[in-house]
């Protein structure tokens, strides 16, 4: 079966129990498996069959949702697209994937004016009868976008089952049951905002509210209008309801948990949020791990601060050396993941497929270590990732938008250290002889041309980059260059 029996059954069995809720509206399952076959009719009429692929470009919408498993029926794949990245971008990862059709909002319609296919501006309900499905567990369903080692744009492909054995992880995770009420604030083309807790709560037959955008004061309204039982929000999202007036006097009682992650979580910041009388709970995890690889359970949410928890019910996770071998508790190594969450690989990517998902595992390039009752430590990211907000950002990407300037000869860019974002982007530039460059107009480069969240917020300039013997940039040293000039300048 495909995963849009979930919301069949629970049309079913409770039909006018709340699926979603909207700017004010409630889509009850029965309604909701209506809209599904509906849209699946509306797919197989523009000629998407199974193994196609669908875009979504726009933010949250109970329409993501739709697709997702109308496509599931089908047997073709959603590839929900990053509405922060700018024309360019999109551009570039719509080439790669080429997909049948785009629905997108109609503020996103100049990001797709390129687009050599159907482009469609609104998802129609159709009347017509739904076409047969043609999806199963094994079909590829979510063609999720993540940035590359490179800075070239990755499609990590996860099937039906993926999500499916995802979902039962995330239901021991936090004691999910049709009674819950899940507030959900992070962007749905992340793995984070679409799969710790929205997909399974549908499997669970619980409600949704879903809001377009984070905005603190409406989500700290919400959780309490709402009596929200859980929610997933990354440690910015916290940071900004944290500085509100209201927070500290909120009623959060209707609170089980707040699940955070995407970045390493310290024990403080876990006991500086569970001072409101809330665990906070960290799952550990990555987009090509669906992400749900490992969590703590809420009744380890202080005696366990700062762990990224046990490895999931159905998931395996391992740390080991250079050379593959398992290493004892105590000892850090890189973090390998295997289950039935794990992604099949990346679309048209076989050489970095098989570097990534070797015998099985899937090497998250994450450094970690067990302590003695099997709790996972993350301390370190062996790749050069900078995580700002939640969001991920890739060195290279950025450091080819400055190289390309005239005035450049050299350019490194790193994350310090920031209290509000986790890491801020500093870029490291060394000008060529006789050329001159000022800190905005370096800035100005990347004005609509990456999205800004990836635009550093400092330029530095240096005489010489820190190298090895080899010749090798040390971002080590470069990032101990931009933390002290910072320190410095306070």
Same mark, same amino acid.
């Given at each position: 079966?495909?995963?849009?029996?979930?919301?069949?059954?629970?049309?079913?069995?409770?039909?006018?129990?709340?699926?979603?809720? +909207?700017e004010?509206?409630?889509?009850?399952?029965?309604?909701?498996?209506?809209?599904?076959?509906?849209?699946?009719?509306?797919?197989?009429?523009?000629g998407?069959?199974?193994?196609?692929?669908?875009?979504?470009?726009?933010?949250?919408?109970?329409?993501?949702?739709?697709?997702? +498993?109308?496509?599931?029926r089908l047997?073709?794949?959603?590839?929900?697209?990053?509405?922060?990245?700018?024309? $360019?971008?999109?551009?570039?990862?719509l080439?790669? +994937?080429?997909?049948?059709?785009?629905?997108?909002?109609?503020?996103?319609?100049?990001?797709?004016?390129? +687009?050599?296919?159907?482009?469609?501006?609104?998802?129609?309900?159709?009347?017509?009868?739904?076409?047969?499905?043609?999806?199963?567990?094994?079909?590829?369903?979510l063609?999720?976008?993540?940035?590359?080692?490179?800075?070239?744009?990755?499609?990590?492909?996860?099937?039906?089952?993926?999500?499916?054995?995802?979902?039962?992880?995330?239901?021991?995770?936090?004691?999910?049951?049709?009674?819950?009420?899940?507030?959900?604030?992070?962007?749905?083309?992340?793995?984070?905002?679409?799969?710790i807790?929205t997909?399974?709560a549908?499997?669970?037959?619980?409600?949704?509210t879903?809001?377009?955008?984070?905005?603190?004061?409406?989500?700290?309204?919400?959780?309490?209008r709402?009596?929200?039982?859980?929610?997933?929000?990354?440690?910015?999202?916290?940071?900004?309801?944290?500085?509100?007036?209201?927070?500290?006097?909120?009623?959060?009682?209707?609170?089980?948990?707040?699940?955070?992650?995407?970045?390493?979580?310290?024990?403080?910041?876990?006991?500086?949020?569970?001072?409101?009388?809330?665990?906070?709970?960290?799952?550990y995890?990555?987009?090509?791990?669906?992400?749900?690889?490992?969590?703590?359970?809420?009744a380890?949410?202080?005696?366990?601060?700062?762990?990224?928890?046990?490895?999931?019910?159905?998931?395996?996770?391992?740390?080991?050396?250079?050379?593959?071998?398992?290493l004892?508790?105590?000892?850090?190594?890189?973090?390998?993941?295997?289950?039935?969450?794990?992604?099949?690989?990346?679309?048209?990517?076989?050489?970095e497929?098989?570097?990534?998902?070797?015998?099985?595992?899937?090497?998250?390039?994450?450094?970690?270590?067990?302590?003695?009752?099997?709790?996972?430590?993350?301390?370190?990211?062996?790749?050069d990732?900078?995580?700002s907000?939640?969001?991920?950002?890739?060195?290279?990407?950025?450091e080819?938008?400055?190289?390309?300037?005239?005035?450049?000869?050299?350019?490194c860019?790193?994350?310090? $250290?920031?209290g509000?974002w986790?890491?801020?982007?500093?870029?490291?530039?060394?000008?060529?002889?006789?050329?001159?460059?000022?800190?905005?107009?370096?800035?100005?480069?990347?004005q609509?041309?990456?999205?800004?969240?990836?635009?550093?917020?400092?330029?530095?300039?240096l005489?010489?980059?820190?190298?090895?013997?080899?010749?090798?940039?040390?971002?080590?040293?470069?990032?101990?260059?931009?933390?002290?000039?910072?320190?410095?300048?306070?």
């Open positions: 079966m495909d995963l849009s029996h979930w919301i069949e059954r629970h049309g079913r069995f409770a039909p006018d129990a709340t699926a979603i809720r +909207f004010g509206g409630e889509i009850g399952y029965a309604e909701l498996a209506r809209r599904i076959r509906g849209a699946a009719a509306v797919l197989a009429g523009l998407v069959e199974r193994g196609d692929a669908v875009a979504y470009l726009g933010l949250n919408h109970p329409a993501t949702l739709v697709l997702l +498993f109308a496509c599931a047997g073709a794949m959603l590839a929900p697209l990053n509405w922060r990245l700018a024309p $360019p971008e999109h551009a570039r990862v080439a790669d +994937f080429r997909p049948r059709v785009v629905f997108h909002e109609a503020a996103f319609a100049n990001h797709v004016r390129g +687009f050599n296919g159907v482009a469609v501006s609104i998802l129609d309900q159709s009347e017509t009868e739904a076409p047969a499905g043609a999806g199963d567990e094994d079909s590829p369903l063609l999720a976008y993540t940035s590359g080692s490179t800075g070239a744009p990755k499609g990590v492909v996860l099937t039906q089952r993926a999500l499916a054995w995802n979902a039962v992880n995330s239901a021991h995770m936090h004691d999910l049951t049709s009674a819950d009420r899940v507030l959900t604030t992070l962007p749905l083309f992340h793995v984070g905002g679409l799969n807790l997909t399974p549908l499997h669970a037959g619980a409600s949704v879903l809001h377009a955008r984070f905005d603190p004061l409406a989500a700290l309204e919400t959780i309490e709402e009596r929200i039982t859980l929610t997933v929000l990354v440690p910015a999202q916290l940071e900004a309801l944290m500085a509100l007036p209201r927070w500290q006097g909120a009623d959060l009682s209707g609170l089980r948990m707040i699940t955070t992650g995407s970045t390493i979580v310290s024990e403080a910041f876990v006991r500086k949020v569970s001072a409101r009388g809330v665990p906070l709970i960290q799952v995890g990555s987009t090509e791990t669906c992400p749900v690889a490992s969590y703590v359970r809420a380890d949410a202080l005696r366990k601060a700062g762990s990224a928890g046990v490895p999931a019910l159905h998931c395996e996770v391992k740390v080991v050396d250079d050379a593959g071998a398992e004892p508790p105590g000892s850090d190594g890189e973090i390998l993941v295997r289950g039935p969450n794990v992604a099949t690989g990346y679309w048209n990517a076989p050489d497929t098989a570097q990534a998902f070797a015998r099985g595992w899937y090497r998250s390039g994450d450094l970690g270590h067990f302590d003695d009752e099997g709790h996972l430590y993350v301390v370190a990211r062996k790749k990732m900078i995580i907000g939640g969001e991920n950002i890739y060195p290279a990407e950025v080819s938008v400055l190289l390309e300037c005239p005035a450049i000869a050299e350019a860019v790193v994350g310090r $250290p920031d509000r986790g890491e801020a982007v500093v870029a490291a530039v060394v000008l060529k002889p006789g050329c001159r460059l000022t800190e905005a107009e370096a800035l100005a480069l990347f609509e041309r990456i999205a800004r969240y990836k635009h550093p917020r400092e330029v530095r300039f005489a010489e980059l820190p190298r090895s013997a080899l010749g090798k940039v040390r971002k080590e040293a470069v990032r101990e260059v931009v933390c002290d000039a910072a320190t410095e300048g306070r």
